[in-house]
């Protein structure tokens, strides 16, 4: 038998990129697929030379030797899935928003230290050259303390899966927020050492793709556009935006701006797509300079070999449970706030 870790897959979208990462990592092998849909299911696995096959994942989990699973399921099922995968003694790596709501997502970490796994949330945006080298900067203290950002994802038309589960709130908890936006505030929360938020205020608006859904006759009953302002503990405010349809000039316009008081610090994309750029703003002896990442030397690891070396090294991984209950606590907010019109309070400042 072979030494590598077995891992199983649960839902072949962004699945199958788990899949690939892991085969690509080497450490640990594919050995069960799992997905509703027959087609996907028998495509992938002749894509991915995997034999073992299932429309059910707690049969997978049941019949299947594994040590890992991946998640990828609509939202709905992360809560549920993993918690099922984490009382069979698997470590699981859940696939972005961790769930719809803070009481799942908290019913998640209780399972996860309940069974001594880890719990990994694949927040994807972290995993790059560009992220690296700027939390490398700031943990050695160029930007100072940071006491304000801006972290954003706007589209100007990308509704993912118009009519499907991402545009129903009863399958995705939410629309771009939970969607885009949850990537963009783990980015700047992680930059900012995960402080702990003490009140959120927000609002949503559903303009655009409530024409369009009413013009194409499909489902869409999430927000199309949400912000939200965030206090910190600490003093810091962070300001959260996130669209799926809105007038602006890109395709796609992600931006995370953050203020310290040594220097400043912006990882964005350029010319409307998925290349990025990372530069730092600094003072010194009276004269501003601007730092720019021409290359890593040393490639960051994806979130695949992140999540294998954590198992392999007995030690938590780098985007935790705890740090999604805490995303989801700022997105539930924001949420309720938009709906009561008030700000969401979670203790004193
Ligand atoms: N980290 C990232 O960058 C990133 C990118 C895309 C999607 N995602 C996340 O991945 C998840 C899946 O998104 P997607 O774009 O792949 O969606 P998708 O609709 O393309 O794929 C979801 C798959 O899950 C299957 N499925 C649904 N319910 C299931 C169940 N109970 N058991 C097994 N299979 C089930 C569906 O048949 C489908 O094939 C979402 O949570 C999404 O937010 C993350």
Known sequence: MSSKLRIGVVGLGMGAWHAQGYQEDGRAEVVALCDLDKSRLEETACKCGVSEVFTDAEEMFRK??????????????????????????????????????????????????????NLMINFSY??????????????????GEIYFGRTVWHRRRGIPGFGGWFTRKELAGGGPLIDLGVHRLDLALWLMGYPEPVAVSGDAHNVIAKELARKQRKAFTVEDLACGIVKFANGATLMLEASWAVNINEPEHMVTLLCGTKGGLVQKNV????????????????????????QALSPAPSAYTEFISSILEKRPPMATGDQGVKVMKILEGIYKSAETGREVRYGAR
Not at 126 to 138: E, G, I, N, T, W
Not at 271 to 294: I, R, S, V
């Open 126 to 143: 972290r995993f790059s050259d560009m992220s690296y080298a700027l939390k490398q900067q700031v943990e050695a203290g160029v930007v």
């Open 271 to 294: 010319g409307g797509g998925y290349e990025f750029t990372a530069e730092l703003y600094t003072e010194e002896g009276g004269n501003l300079y601007t730092k720019k990442l021409d």
């Open 64 to 117: 299947v030797s594994l040590d890992a699973v991946s998640i990828a399921t609509p939202n709905k099922f992360h809560a549920p899935l993993t918690i099922a995968a984490l009382r069979r003694g698997l470590h699981v790596l859940c696939e972005k928003p961790m769930a719809m709501t803070v009481r799942e997502a908290e019913r998640m970490v209780a399972a996860a230290q309940q069974a001594k796994r």
